[in-house]
């Protein structure tokens, strides 16, 4: 873009009236005189000696500058309280215009975040779309959108990003939309600075997992047990005593007593699966029998179900990642083996009403898709009925990569497992161990320090008696 040198002169709202070719006044349908804006032409604009009037009406710049497709328009701003002030906006809009900024469209934020989320829709996956259109709808447009995009600065987005209601991670959520948006502005030259990624805002990190500890357990149960004692029913109380962290991990024993506890159900082999690779809940519930090598003991990862509006859909996997080969172990390749006989029982006993036309591995008895919010519910049920501490389904996900990690597995092998697109998602989400597995390895760091004898520390003892 391209701009000339600039005109700066004043102008007012003062209003005089309409006058016809004669010279008088031109009158509407009900007999009053029709009034228009003086603007520069306000005889109170100067005084008599030709100079600008202090007092009245405020100053403009005026400049022809080159938009889109070449065609040349005149840019005219106004409304600045002094000579100087228009003429460091000028020089601001010619040097915006020389870095080519398109300076001769006046976008608003609100009315360029409508068409950019119109235009950008049809590559989104549903959930993503849906979340940044409850971001501009509830937040930014309301916030933000009055302004002029080429005039948003930090100081209009930090206020608003830092008000956004809920943890730090959604803060983070609502500036990745506006940065996503501002970045595709800038690529069209019609912003210089991305300034949503200019704002600081805290990390809104991962919540890190928790081991249900002994301890941890038992002030669980002494809190439940009091509510207990105060009236309330045990789902109740179960309900209203706060855990730990927003992600727990079941202990091995405490896994073990699930399993068996749900051993009769029959998505068994989905809990089993989910357990121990680390599946998620909707590649779980997506998975076909195409997809299962029982001979090989593998299954493929091809896709995922996805909820948005309570509505369900098949979509790819999260990322490039999700889409992956895992080894089954014994236990879970005997579980969908097991499951599968199952499954064939209840395709005869259906008959014609079966349902599973594209052949899923988990569904509901009919043979139908599985809602993964279903999904969800049941595993509650199931655990409140084991009388376990409780954990949220994809907290399996994050016990199977914590057992991974606890046995010795690789962190690169532990991510490729679990579909991360990178290393330090496993490395920064699954970080805690078993606290017996962090005793034995602090056990083995310090039996290599040197003691006075020369040796090193002999503490298998203490160890054998602590067992």
């Not at 079966?354 to 919010?373: C, I, K, Q, Y």
């Not at 994809?394 to 497992?417: C, F, I, N, W, Y």
Request: with cysteine.
């Amino acid at each position: 873009m391209s701009s000339g040198k600039g005109q700066l002169y004043k102008r007012c709202g003062c209003s005089v009236p309409v006058l016809d070719e004669q010279g008088q006044p031109v009158r509407d349908s009900r007999g009053r005189a029709k009034r228009k804006q003086a603007g520069a032409n306000c005889p109170k604009l100067k005084r008599k000696d030709g100079s600008w009037n202090p007092r009245h009406g405020t100053w403009t710049f005026s400049v022809a500058a080159q938009g889109k497709g070449g065609k040349r328009t005149q840019v005219v701003r106004s409304g600045f309280e002094s000579y100087d002030d228009a003429q460091a906006a000028l020089d601001k809009l010619k040097q915006r215009a020389a870095a080519g900024v398109v300076v001769t469209d006046r976008i608003t934020v609100g009315r360029y975040l409508a068409e950019w989320i119109e235009q950008k829709s049809p590559e989104l996956r549903a959930a993503t779309l849906r979340s940044y259109q409850g971001h501009i709808e509830r937040i930014l447009t309301p916030e933000l959108g009055h302004l002029q995009l080429d005039a948003l600065r930090v100081e209009h987005v930090g206020p608003v990003l830092s008000a956004v209601p809920g943890s730090d991670a959604t803060r983070q959520r609502v500036r990745a939309t506006l940065r996503s948006a501002l970045t595709d502005a800038q690529r069209q030259g019609l912003v210089t600075v991305n300034v949503a990624s200019l704002v600081k805002l805290p990390s809104g990190r991962r919540p890190k997992a928790l081991v249900w500890t002994h301890e941890r357990e038992q002030q669980w149960r002494d809190q439940v047990a009091e509510h207990v004692a105060a009236g309330k029913s045990a789902g109740k109380a179960r309900e209203l005593v706060e855990r730990p962290s927003a992600v727990m991990c079941w202990r091995p024993d405490q896994l073990g007593a699930f399993l068996d506890a749900a051993g009769g159900d029959r998505l068994y082999a989905l809990w089993h699966l989910i357990a121990h690779r680390g599946l998620r809940r909707g590649e779980a519930a997506a998975l076909r029998w195409d997809d299962v090598d029982l001979a090989g003991g593998t299954v493929t990862v091809r896709r995922q179900l996805v909820v948005v509006d309570w509505k369900v859909s098949e979509t790819p996997p999260k990322s490039e990642a999700g889409e992956r080969a895992v080894a089954l172990d014994p236990g879970t390749l005997a579980a969908l083996k097991a499951h599968r006989k199952r499954q064939a029982a209840e395709r005869l006993e259906w008959g014609p009403a079966w349902a599973g036309a594209v052949n899923r591995v988990f569904t509901r008895e009919d043979g139908s898709d599985l809602h993964p919010a279903s999904v969800s519910d049941r595993f509650a049920e199931l655990v409140s009925a084991a009388d376990l501490p409780p954990v949220r389904l994809h907290d399996l996900r994050h016990g199977a990569a914590s057992l991974m990690l606890a046995a010795g597995v690789d962190m690169k092998v532990v991510q490729e497992t679990l579909g991360h697109s990178q290393l330090a998602i496993t490395a920064d989400t699954y970080t805690s161990v078993y606290p017996t597995v962090a005793a034995e390895a602090a056990a083995a760091a310090a039996a290599l320090v040197p003691r006075s004898s020369g040796t090193a520390l002999d503490t298998s003892s203490t160890h054998a008696a602590e067992g």
